[in-house]
């Protein structure tokens, strides 16, 4: 049974950094794309970061040069370092992750998922 676990999250005030990483198990992502995606209340999920196996990435907008990702294949896990957090950062923050090697920006694109991390950013 595959499962990704997020864990990292939690209440920081502008200006912050939190580092969330995501524990994948069941089966290895080594050559499968994987991303964070966060979810506002009253808001649709919204990509935020994705990584293909070769280590290509891609950043939403509103997080460029702010947010990281990075995996760590030995341990099928994947993290996002977040600086310079700002009160739109908050969210439930997801880890996701692809049978596919290749990316996308889109959540349906995307075969499994991780429960969820709460990120809160008070101003």
């Known amino acids: 049974q595959v499962q990704l676990a997020e864990s990292g999250g939690g209440l920081v005030q502008a200006g912050g950094s939190l580092r969330l990483s995501c524990a994948a198990s069941?089966?290895?992502?080594?050559?499968?794309?994987m991303g964070w995606f966060r979810q506002a209340p009253g808001k649709e999920r919204e990509f935020v970061a994705t990584?293909?196996?070769?280590?290509?990435?891609y950043y939403a907008e509103s997080v460029k040069g702010r947010f990281t990702i990075s995996r760590v294949y030995a341990n099928n896990t994947v993290y996002l370092q977040m600086n310079s957090l700002k009160p739109g950062d908050t969210a439930v923050y997801y880890c996701?992750?692809?049978?596919?090697?290749?990316?996308?920006?889109?959540?349906?694109?995307?075969?499994?998922w991780g429960q969820g991390t709460q990120v809160t950013v008070s101003s």
């Open positions: 996701a992750a692809r049978s596919s090697m290749a990316t996308t920006l889109r959540p349906i694109g995307y075969d499994y």
């Open positions: 069941g089966r290895t992502f080594r050559s499968s794309a």
């Open positions: 990584s293909r196996s070769d280590g290509v990435t």
